[in-house]
């Protein structure tokens, strides 16, 4: 069981929005920065948004990140098909003094 | 370019050690700190362990504490992990990261197994 909830699985036609929420407490989210992460097949997790709303040089602003309160969302807009991949959510937490990510949300693109 | 290349993975019986090791280039090592995180198979992405740019703070997630140990060597642009009393969910790919986690290297798999 993740400490940052998320849905396992999100879906969307080529050219759609679609956002992934992250859901945390008062102890991550709520209190410090979230960043997410792509998870194409077989390579390793790319940093795609930080400090809530931020992008990496390189990344499109397709992608882009939100927060309020202790949930955060990322969204993609244009839906491509090459955005298939898996997208977490992580932010430090005070009380557990770690990193915590979410579970994982796999995206299809239809 | 920055680019992290982690090694010393392997097969191991459970209660067995392996050191793994992480060889940094393309950045400045010493201003940043550093993190190990896994992900088992199936499994979504579980941080493990971080350490300070000193060196001098370090963290580690509650299901290794006291069997693992970070540590880094600055001179050497390298950091490390020693795993003791390996487990059965110990087995992972396992990733070293840099700062929050904006570059990543390749992984290394461990398989804890008899």
């Known amino acids: 069981q993740s400490v940052l909830t998320q849905p396992p699985s999100a879906s969307g036609t080529p050219g759609q929005r679609v956002t992934i929420s992250c859901s945390g407490s008062?102890?991550?989210?709520?209190?410090?920065?979230v960043n997410w992460y792509q998870r194409l097949p077989g390579t390793a997790p790319k940093l795609l948004i930080y400090?809530?709303?931020q992008r990496p040089s390189g990344v499109p602003d397709r992608f882009s990140g939100s927060k309020s309160g202790t949930s955060a969302s990322l969204a993609i807009s244009g839906l491509q098909s090459e955005d298939e991949a898996d997208y977490y959510c992580a932010a430090w937490d005070d009380s557990l003094n770690g990193w915590v990510f979410g579970g994982g949300t796999k995206l299809t693109v239809l | 370019e920055v680019q992290l290349v982690e090694s010393g993975g392997g097969l191991v019986q459970p209660g067995g050690s392996l050191r793994l090791s992480c060889a940094a280039s393309?950045?400045?090592?010493?201003?940043?700190?550093m993190n190990w995180v896994r992900q088992a198979p199936g499994k979504g992405l579980e941080w493990v362990s971080h350490i300070s740019s000193s060196g001098s703070t370090i963290y580690y997630t509650d299901s290794v504490k006291g069997r693992f140990t970070i540590s880094r060597d600055n001179a050497k642009n390298s950091l490390y992990l020693q795993m003791n009393s390996l487990r059965a969910e110990d087995t992972a790919v396992y990733y070293c990261?840099?700062?929050?986690?904006?570059?990543w290297g390749q992984g290394t798999l461990v398989t804890v197994s008899s």
């Open positions: 008062n102890s991550n989210i709520g209190s410090n920065t």
């Open positions: 400090s809530h709303n």
């Open positions: 393309g950045f400045s090592f010493s201003s940043y700190e």
């Open positions: 990261a840099k700062g929050a986690f904006d570059s």
